[in-house]
């Protein structure tokens, strides 16, 4: 695994246990000093997010690395998304949302001399991560000399690794991506596959 111009040192947004747990244990396999760093205001209702959150820190610590947490933000990030709330998954709101996450973490990064910052996010098959990957380089060019690693976590057994870790540790594992919306149409969708009698319920 080589890593911009051979930096050791990388923060690294997570999203959540089940999609960083691989990515963490790959980087420390490999010599590499991870920063996790939390920021996620996407995530509803807020108790969702404190149980994403805890599972994160409670896999950082096993993990012995650094973790960081950054505001919840949850007024602004509905505030960017308004005019998108019927826009389905990896459509333009996504690319909002990664936008807004990948941009303060590139932020922290600039002001706390890393050169280097990637995501956890790319690496769900549910995400687009030619999407991601935009998100991630947009961000990276607002700071001179920061370079965002667009890593493909899913390649070499990644996502194969990422099942088995998530359920050797036992991780919470959410239904849905994350905000109101994704909530919703999960929803939706699991109410539609339901018999008409129980869907009444
Ligand atoms: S579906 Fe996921 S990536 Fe898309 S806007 Fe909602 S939380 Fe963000």
Not at 9 to 15: G, P, R, S, V
Not at 174 to 182: A, E, I, K, P, V
Request: positive net charge.
């Amino acid at each position: 695994m080589q890593t911009p111009h051979n930096e050791k040192k990388i923060l690294l947004h997570c999203c959540c246990a089940p999609c960083s747990g691989s990515i963490i244990r790959r980087m420390v396999g490999e010599g590499i000093d991870p920063t996790v760093y939390f920021y996620n205001p996407n995530i509803y209702p807020r108790e969702e997010y404190e149980r994403r959150k805890r599972e994160v820190v409670r896999d950082a610590q096993k993990m012995k690395v650094p973790f960081v947490d950054a505001d919840h933000d949850a007024d602004l990030w509905f505030e960017k998304t308004r005019g998108h709330e019927e826009d389905a998954e990896r459509g333009e709101r996504c690319g909002m949302c990664f936008e807004m996450r990948l941009g303060k973490t590139a932020a922290y990064a600039a002001e706390h001399e890393f050169k280097v910052f990637t995501t956890s996010l790319g690496i769900s098959r549910w995400k687009d991560p030619e999407q991601v990957t935009r998100a991630g380089k947009r961000a990276a060019s607002l700071f001179s000399g920061l370079i965002y690693w667009d890593y493909n976590w899913r390649l070499h057994g990644g996502q194969e690794q990422m099942e088995r870790i998530s359920r050797e540790e036992n991780f919470y594992r959410q239904r849905y991506c994350g905000c109101l919306y994704s909530r919703r149409d999960s929803i939706q969708r699991h109410l539609s596959k339901l018999p008409q009698d129980q869907s009444a319920r």
